[in-house]
T-cell receptor
Framework: DADVTQTPRNRITKTGKRIMLECSQT?????MYWYRQDPGLGLRLIYY???????NKGEISDGYSVSRQAQAKFSLSLESAIPNQTALYFC??????????????FGEGSRLTVL | KQEVTQIPAALSVPEGENLVLNCSFT??????LQWFRQDPGKGLTSLLL?????REQTSGRLNASLDKSSGRSTLYIAASQPGDSATYLC??????????FGTGTRLKVLA
């Protein structure tokens, strides 16, 4: 089984619908991240969480929200999806870079298409 | 502001060739640097992580070096194979949560 699991892997939805992407990890890491990847724009950070009670906005958080349900679970929600949120979404985990290696581990990705 | 550049953007080589992928960064104050491989439509697989106190790391046919003073890292792939075809990304770990990614080098190894 993968260390970082994302569901769903693929989703097609319509404008205005609420969507939730889920992520669970077995790495035992406190830190979790949500990124989106767009062709030509690379990976951009949406939200990150250092522990269950510590959630922070990344560089492109508008239109997104997150929930850290447990150390191992971090979900991303699009409250009202719009077409320019069509992208490949990645969850990632790490240990602290200032007290560990900071090595980042990614899930397989969730491809979201908003029509 | 830290910027990470990968050149070339795309590379095509015949099977068996040794090759070097480049990653440049503008601010030498980094914790670590990580190299990833990404197959089309798939997640990023960690290849090597070099801590700021290290000069290089090796895994099988891969060798990554780090020169903080010049803001450069290279990923050396020995005896390339068609299965090495993928996009290779580097990421600089600049802070406690800041991972700055390059846009990648798309590698194609021809049989």
């Amino acid at each position: 089984d993968a260390d970082v699991t994302q569901t769903p892997r693929n989703r097609i939805t319509k404008t205005g619908k609420r969507i939730m992407l889920e992520c669970s990890q077995t790495k035992g890491h406190d830190r979790m991240y949500w990124y989106r990847q767009d062709p030509g724009l690379g990976l951009r950070l949406i939200y990150y969480s250092f522990d269950v009670k510590d959630i922070n906005k990344g560089e492109i958080s508008d239109g997104y929200s997150v929930s850290r349900q447990a150390q191992a679970k971090f979900s991303l929600s699009l409250e009202s999806a719009i077409p320019n949120q069509t992208a490949l979404y990645f969850c990632a985990t790490s240990d602290p870079s200032d007290r560990g290696s900071g090595e980042l581990f990614f899930g397989e990705g969730s491809r979201l298409t908003v029509l | 502001k830290q910027e990470v550049t990968q050149i070339p953007a795309a590379l095509s080589v015949p099977e068996g060739e040794n090759l070097v992928l480049n990653c440049s960064f503008t601010d030498s104050a980094i914790y670590n640097l990580q190299w990833f491989r990404q197959d089309p439509g798939k997640g990023l697989t960690s290849l090597l992580l070099i801590q700021s106190s290290q000069r290089e790391q090796t895994s099988g046919r891969l060798n990554a070096s780090l020169d903080k003073s010049s803001g450069r890292s290279t990923l050396y792939i020995a005896a390339s194979q068609p299965g090495d075809s993928a996009t290779y990304l580097c990421a600089v770990i600049s802070g406690t949560y800041k991972y700055i990614f390059g846009t990648g080098t798309r590698l194609k190894v021809l049989a």
